[in-house]
């Protein structure tokens, strides 16, 4: 008789460079919450703190950015203007430290369980910057400058509490996988092409995909080593195949919180303008019942 194996789920954040704007009456309820320490906030922040309170109970190792960040990033890196490198480029740390702050402040206000999981933050990697490096001689003396930059950037918030780092790219250059590879980074491509996952097993042995990229990961298991895989946004039947090549305990499950879709974002705004106003469902809401059914659906049926 098969038995039910509950899989850690773990956050990769939120695609997309845009978040659902929030109801002005939660804004200002976040505006007027007390903070431990004075600590400059903005509308960043509050997305980013949104998305921990979703994923408290749930998520077993917490993840807060994601594309949205990308204008958080731009604004704490020098030497670039209008989408072009101008000068040398540089770490202006301050906003993101503070957002780690704010995050870990938080987090340690959400009940034992919370406190105690790891957080990650989620950043679009370097080349999904999309800077054009025209200040510098070739690409492989830039990648060196801004991988140095992610490196300071990364390691002050690793000093304020944060766990590690995941790097997010539809297609990572070979330069950034190479420079920033380390412990406490991991790359990730969930809809990677046979190519891109190959780069990214050069450098881990963990990955982290969407279930119709299964089949490729399987194939390239004849050249590569993989440890542990975890299957983003799956239904637990998508887990299955995994047990013919995996452990169980080598089996994740992950989460990315999709608000890239145009389309999927328009049907719903549209369904909400039909509603009556005492039934529309914030994005605070919306997102803590993403976070809820996929906790549900995180497990497997073993023999």
């Known amino acids: 008789m098969k038995k039910r194996q509950n899989l850690i789920l773990q956050s990769f954040g939120a695609t997309g460079r845009t978040m659902p704007a929030p109801k002005a009456d939660e804004l200002a309820k976040w505006i007027q ?23 408290a109970g749930f998520a077993d190792i917490l993840g807060c950015g994601g594309g949205f960040y990308y204008s958080r990033l731009l604004e704490s ?33 959400l009940g034992r369980n919370c406190s105690a999981t790891p957080l990650n933050f989620v950043l679009p990697s370097p080349s999904a910057l999309k800077l054009n490096y025209i200040f510098y001689d070739d690409i ?31 297609l990572f250059a070979h ?20 190519r891109q996952l190959s780069n990214i097993l050069e450098y881990q042995t963990a990955v982290a995909i969407i279930p119709s990229k299964l089949p490729v990961l399987f194939e390239l298991m004849n050249e590569y080593e ?29 989460g990315t919180e999709l608000w890239q879709d145009a389309k999927t974002q328009n049907e719903t705004k549209t369904k909400r303008q039909t509603e009556p106003e005492t039934e529309k469902e914030s994005a605070a809401e919306s997102m803590t019942a993403f976070w809820k059914d996929l906790k549900e659906n995180s497990y497997l049926m073993r023999d």
């Open 77 to 109: 890196i020098g030497g670039h203007k209008e989408g072009y490198v101008n000068g040398e480029l540089y770490a202006i740390p301050d906003m993101l430290k503070a957002d780690a702050e704010c995050v870990k402040a938080l987090q340690k206000t």
């Open 140 to 170: 492989g003396e830039y990648y060196s400058a801004i991988c140095e930059v992610y490196a300071k950037i990364m390691r002050e918030q690793r000093d304020l509490g944060v766990k590690s780092h995941i790097l997010c790219a539809d």
């Open 226 to 254: 993989v440890r542990e895989v975890c299957l983003i946004n799956a239904k637990p039947s998508d887990f299955e195949p995994c047990l013919e090549h995996f452990d169980p305990d080598c089996i994740k499950a992950g």
């Open 33 to 55: 919450t007390p903070r431990p320490k004075k600590t400059d906030c903005d509308i960043t922040t509050y997305f980013l703190e949104r998305q921990l309170r979703a994923q």
């Open 175 to 194: 330069d950034e996988l190479e420079e920033l590879s380390r412990e406490r980074v991991f790359f990730c491509s969930p809809a990677a092409t046979s």
